[in-house]
């Protein structure tokens, strides 16, 4: 499946027919205009990174793949390999999918010669994308029945809340967190997505409600701080996320916001689930205590971006000068807030044994 925009499919990376430069979709002109962007070298899959053209956890990890295929494109040294990975590592410390996708290049390149290692790169980079999909695809399927249950239960729609963007655009298709949501709308299950705007980037008003109203789901757009109030008043069924990295303990690194959603899904008995691909998971921390979270600019805060009655894009300050602003990017919600870990293979507690039940390979391997 491709998700579509106006009827055309659509990933959101896929490299030319002729294998010379890689698109993306500009998801910073996002959801005022539909813009397309050729990445030709790794600085350009790096500076598409660290600024967000493309952002979620395995679309990073995808576009850094294409970053180290693009370099070996027109330098397949050791030394260009290196350097490719180093610039491409550097540019968001958060999700571990970009140091996930970038070890599997640098140890499927590293043994080859150099006149295979493009060629190479490539092949593989095609590859985690395709999983991707497939990973993707599959959390729906397991998620689905959660949506299908409340809904046989209550014989209404399912009121489902969310928290920036883990729909298709954060993914290279379907999704993580509202893949099951598509599932259940494509089945014939009536939805109905709370959207939280998701400050300072507002992924969610931006990115989750116009990738919704493409597919047709029915949505409405709130305020980050109204989640809990419409808990209070029975108005959300379920809330679903996804997650940048998850931790052995089941602990959980989300956008900023997320915790407190799961704080107020647990005092309003509302069930707080979490969907993420096994590369999300971070094998090799404790806890979400260690977890970096990334700082990001301050005038993503003290600036918001939008149109102007004119419909020309502008962005607006909105903070007194000279005040100074914090611009943490994510939040880390315990395991004990977490009613359930939605997987590409099947749903577990959010728990040490509950990861290592379904991955057991992997968490020997760490």
Known sequence: MKMKIDGVPYRTIWPDDNGRCVHIIDQTRLPHGLVTVKLETADDAARAISDMLVRGAPLIGATAAYGIALAMRNDPSDASLDTARDALFATRPTAVNLRWALDALVAELRPLRESGRAVAAWRKSAEICDEDVAICEAIGEHGLPLIRAIHEEKKDAV???????????????????????????????????????????????????????????????????AGGHLMQQGRVDMAITGTDRTTANGDVCNKIGTYLKALAARDNGVPFYVALPSPTVDWTLASGADVPIEERDGAEVSTVAGRDSCGAATRVRITPDGSPVSNPAFDVTPARLVTALVTERGIAPATPEGLAGLFPELARAA
């Open 159 to 225: 009121n489902i809340l969310t928290h920036c963007n883990a729909g298709w655009l954060a993914t290279v298709d379907w999704g993580t967190a509202l893949a099951p949501i598509y599932k259940a709308f494509d089945a014939g299950i009536p939805v109905h997505v709370w959207v939280d705007e998701t400050r300072p980037r507002n992924q969610g008003a931006a990115l989750t409600a116009w990738e919704l109203g493409r597919h047709g789901v029915p949505h409405t757009v709130i305020v980050d701080n």
